[in-house]
């Protein structure tokens, strides 16, 4: 059983803000900003290293940066956002299903990165 496969297949409800063949955007159930989009693969991968290693990975993270693009435009942040992406457990990632969250909507000053 997979949360995001659950959401993407439309067994879960989720609040969609762009969808393609490839992708489905949908806002984060706890969000940390006034815009918190999650970019999910449709195709499930485990993580960004199983999209290098898998079959199609080209294909679905060129699909990511264009969603990520339409994120953009339809949540108006033309200032600017940022994109995270955890890996594995050290990295702090809880759903085992690659996504790409879309942060955005204030200024991000403080950061580590
Ligand atoms: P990560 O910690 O990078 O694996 O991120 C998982 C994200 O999924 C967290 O920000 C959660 O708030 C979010 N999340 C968990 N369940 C749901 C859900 N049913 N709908 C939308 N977002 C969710
Ligand atoms: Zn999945």
Same mark, same amino acid.
């Given at each position: 059983m997979c949360l995001f496969c659950d959401i993407v297949e439309g067994k879960i409800p989720s609040t969609k803000v762009y969808e393609n063949d490839e992708v489905l955007c949908f806002n984060d159930i706890?969000? &940390? &900003?006034p815009v918190h989009v999650l970019v999910v693969p449709k195709k499930h991968f485990d993580n960004i290293r199983d999209i290098a290693n898998g079959e199609d990975g080209a294909r679905y993270l060129l699909a990511v940066s264009k969603a990520i693009d339409e994120v953009a435009r339809i949540k108006g942040l033309e200032g600017g956002f940022r994109v995270v992406n955890n890996c594995g457990e050290d990295g702090g990632q809880t759903v085992n299903h690659v996504h790409f969250h879309v942060v955005g909507g204030l200024k991000l000053n403080e950061h580590i990165l």
């Open positions: 706890s969000p &940390a &900003a």
